[in-house]
């Protein structure tokens, strides 16, 4: 059966990136934590949707730019998959740009281990950004952003 988490998986091994799945229970604490810092209280459906004070640039190739933020640190991929939130982390903005490149697309969301920032790219290919990722966002609308 075909999965995000297994096409990641998979393309990370062919791409010899390094991914590390996270538990159920340390995903779903990230999960609380990004509710509780980066969501309005009525959001209903989409995660994205619910983001509050964020900022946001429709671009289809957007996820392109993640490395220009993320830079060299480690972040952490967050996903929906056969119906139940899913995380990886990823050395590297760089290599996460790499990763999702040789995908199909899928909806997204990028954080921090200490959840900082929050970037999601969704399926009408919006990168949005919440926390320090929110100037940055807005400087993508801008043509100015600046690299990590």
């Known amino acids: 059966m075909w999965s995000i988490c297994n096409e990641i998986l998979s393309v990370s091994k062919e ?13 779903a604490d990230y999960f609380a934590k990004i509710e509780k810092k980066y969501l309005s209280e009525n959001y209903h459906s989409f995660l994205w949707d619910g983001l509050s004070d964020h900022s946001v640039v429709t671009d289809s190739s957007g996820w392109r730019y993640l490395d220009r933020f993320i830079g060299d640190k480690q972040c952490i991929l967050l996903f929906y998959d056969l ?51 929110k100037e940055w966002v807005n400087s993508l609308q801008q043509g100015s952003a600046p690299h990590a």
Do not use: R
């Open 15 to 27: 791409m010899k990136i390094e991914v590390q799945m996270l538990s159920p229970e340390i995903t």
């Open 83 to 133: 119906e139940k939130w899913k995380a990886a982390v990823i050395n590297s903005g760089h290599e996460l740009v790499t990763l999702i490149g040789e995908m199909y697309g899928f909806e997204f969301y990028v954080f921090d281990s200490s959840i900082s920032y929050l970037i999601c790219f969704n399926h009408h290919d919006q990168l949005i950004g919440v926390g320090s990722a």
